[in-house]
T-cell receptor
Framework: EPEVTQTPSHQVTQMGQEVILRCVPI?????FYWYRQILGQKVEFLVS????????KSEIFDDQFSVERPDGSNFTLKIRSTKLEDSAMYFC????????????FGPGTRLTVL | AQTVTQSQPEMSVQEAETVTLSCTYD???????LFWYKQPPSRQMILVIR????KQQNATENRFSVNFQKAAKSFSLKISDSQLGDAAMYFC????????????WGAGTKLIIKP
């Protein structure tokens, strides 16, 4: 069964550094999402992406964040200058359509900012 | 604003017995989806079951079923014949059926299975 994959599984970085989290959505899916889960807290929506542009973003998704689909398979989340509070589990998800479809999640990338 | 509430931070059940996890939500929308996701220790988010609000029939997936009460805005998950592999965090999530794509999540319920 096709799966969403994410790399790396764990990323450790120094405060102020840039990180890129990578996701490979399920191949025939058209909508892509990033969520984050700070340890012990609720899952929070960051951004949705369709047709090579952002379709929706939350207040968390400020100018420090960006997303890109650099080729036909990868979907990336870049954090330009990481802060301590960016430490979280970051989940990528994809769905075949948009609002009508279930989102399928990847295994997550644990980001630790020191 | 739409919110999702899971009032049980932790539940435990004896293996092979049945457990119900509760979820309530607040919305003024009439068309939406509700989901239960499972997050085992591996932290991967796995879809357990989903319910379309326009459907009166409760969704069922093998040992997992929901009790969807639209008027009460309640969406509980029943796990029958609990197995050790069911141990996980369970999250209830909501999504409105328009251009708003984001899932709104509850805080989660930790399910412990006693052998």
């Amino acid at each position: 069964e096709p799966e969403v994959t994410q790399t790396p599984s764990h990323q450790v970085t120094q405060m102020g550094q840039e990180v890129i989290l990578r996701c490979v959505p399920i191949s025939n899916h058209l909508y892509f999402y990033w969520y984050r889960q700070i340890l012990g807290q609720k899952v929070e929506f960051l951004v949705s992406f369709y047709n090579n542009e952002i379709s929706e973003k939350s207040e968390i998704f400020d100018d420090q964040f960006s997303v890109e689909r650099p080729d036909g398979s990868n979907f990336t989340l870049k954090i330009r200058s990481t802060k301590l509070e960016d430490s979280a589990m970051y989940f990528c998800a994809s769905s075949p359509q948009g609002a009508l479809d279930t989102q399928y999640f990847g295994p997550g990338t644990r980001l630790t900012v020191l | 604003a739409q919110t999702v509430t899971q009032s049980q931070p932790e539940m435990s059940v004896q293996e092979a017995e049945t457990v119900t996890l509760s979820c309530t939500y607040d919305t003024s929308e009439s068309d939406y989806y509700l989901f239960w996701y499972k997050q085992p220790p591996s932290r991967q988010m796995i879809l357990v079951i989903r319910q379309e609000a326009y459907k009166q029939q409760n969704a069922t997936e093998n040992r997992f079923s929901v009790n969807f009460q639209k008027a009460a805005k309640s969406f509980s998950l029943k796990i029958s014949d609990s197995q050790l592999g069911d141990a996980a965090m369970y999250f209830c999530a909501y999504r409105v059926l328009d251009s708003n794509y984001q899932l709104i999540w509850g805080a989660g319920t930790k399910l412990i299975i006693k052998p």
